[in-house]
Structures are given as structure tokens and as C-alpha cells.
């Protein structure tokens, strides 16, 4: 996975609480980090997210976006 933004985290999934349209992706990033992002439920879906995956945080700019290894 190439992306031009440049903070990047690699994480495990503990908790995605699902909504209607969107749901929150809570990562466990290490060292007592954790990174919260919202995103549709189409994407969740589509990615496949699941609690004990891996997964990263991307963040650009305001944005925090959860992206997977291929």
C-alpha cells in the first residue's frame, strides 16, 4: 500500500460499533494509543473489518481513514 499521507498506523481492531449508515473503527495502535475513525458501513463491509484484525490509520490532514494490506 503506497499513499502520499505520511502519518500512517499500523493497529489492531478492538471495538467497531456499526450504525445505521456509518459505524466507528477503534484501532489499538501501541505504546497506549488509540485512534477512533468514522466511516460508512460500506466501507467496513468492504474492507472486511472485523475486531483482531490488523488495520492502519491514515491520517490527512482532519481526516482519519482505515486502510488494509492487500
Known amino acids: 500500500m503506497k499513499l502520499s499521507a505520511r502519518n500512517q498506523f499500523k493497529g489492531k481492531i478492538i471495538s467497531i460499533t456499526e450504525g445505521a449508515v456509518n ?13 477512533t475513525s468514522t466511516i460508512s458501513m460500506d466501507s467496513i463491509k468492504s474492507l472486511n473489518l472485523k475486531v483482531g484484525s490488523d488495520a492502519y490509520a491514515i491520517i490527512k490532514a482532519t481526516s482519519v481513514m482505515v486502510g488494509i494490506d492487500d
Open 23 to 35: 459505524g466507528i473503527v477503534t484501532l489499538d495502535i501501541g505504546g497506549g494509543n488509540i485512534i
